[in-house]
């Protein structure tokens, strides 16, 4: 177990102050007097009041003027506050994180991402984890999906959020938790943005541009439909070689909605797709795997990423 202590400060003068002091000139200023300070912290005035002198003391400086009905900070206790509340701020944290260790909460979670999944929703979540669980750090391991289950599975990462593969990984639990639009879009001086509609035979001509994990494996929801093929291992990275007219590709809506509507791209309307591609999306974990409670809350949250 870990224990919390109450910290000491050394003036480097030989004197010495406290914590609690700290907390007691803090609050004064935030209510206003050394009655309302002692009543937040359950303490009698004249413990607060004797704290502060304490402390005014030890630092051999004025924080309050006292000529006036209520305490007034000084102009050197307005600038000791600052460097006060970010010490109380600090000890804060310490506490809280070590509470949260002694909880039995994980110290680091690694996520490998797809970063297409980058949704919107995926930052309130990890916001909300954060909040919640002080005591651990995440990683975001950044890498394309057909590379995801193995960094999963080769304990490089705790969970795993990627496009669907046919072929099921052995040695990992896959959890289907949605689906993402894609839309076919190219540069507006493409020629195929003069097709009204476009056929898959209009493709064929034109460099399509994929997404490829590290050994060459794409995506088994996109087959090339081209003769010519470039790839990539971002789709972030594919959708700037698209804006800069290199080719046309298949692009998560939401990485490009604004691009369309500010016309740096143009979405094509494909005859043989009556709906936008929406490839299925899992969340992957090692079988067995040992979860703590912070692993355990975020698996749960991001099971409804696109709830």
């Keep these: 177990m870990i224990k919390l202590v109450t910290i000491t400060f050394n003036d480097g003068l030989g004197e010495m102050y406290n914590l609690e002091q700290l907390r007691m000139f803090a609050e004064t200023v935030e209510s206003g007097s050394f009655s309302a300070s002692a009543r937040k912290l359950g303490k009698v005035q004249s413990a607060v009041s004797q704290g502060i002198a304490n402390l005014e003391i030890d630092l051999g400086v004025e924080l309050f003027d006292r000529t006036t009905r209520k305490p007034q900070l000084t102009a050197e206790g307005a600038r000791l506050l600052v460097h006060a509340q970010s010490v109380l701020s600090q000890i804060d944290d310490l506490n809280t994180t070590a509470a949260g260790i002694n909880r039995g909460e994980e110290v680091r979670i690694r996520i490998a991402l797809e970063d297409a999944i980058l949704v919107p929703r995926l930052s309130l979540i990890l916001t909300a984890f954060g909040e919640r669980f002080q005591a651990t750090t995440i990683e975001v391991l950044s890498a394309p999906s057909p590379d995801v289950a193995n960094l999963v599975l080769n304990g ?3 969970i795993g959020l990627m496009f669907s593969e046919m072929e099921i990984e052995k040695g990992v639990d896959q959890c289907f938790i949605g689906n993402l639009p894609f839309y076919a879009v190219c540069e507006p001086t493409h020629p195929l943005t003069r097709l009204a509609s476009v056929a898959m035979r ?6 399509q541009l994929m997404m490829k994990g590290k050994v060459g494996q794409g995506l088994d929801q996109f087959p090339p439909l081209s003769t010519d093929i470039w790839s990539a291992t971002s789709f972030h990275v594919i959708r ?3 804006i800069q007219g290199v080719g046309w590709s298949y ?19 494909l005859s043989f797709d009556h709906k936008p591609w929406s490839p299925p999306v899992e969340l992957v974990m090692q079988k067995n795997q040992v979860m703590g409670p912070a692993l355990l809350w975020l698996s749960e949250a991001l099971k409804e990423l696109f709830s």
């Design 240 to 242: 700037e070689m698209v």
């Design 202 to 207: 209009d493709l064929v001509p034109h460099r």
């Design 156 to 158: 490089r990462a705790n």
């Design 251 to 269: 692009l998560p809506g939401h990485l490009v909605d604004q691009e369309i509507e500010a016309g740096r791209l143009h979405r094509m309307n």
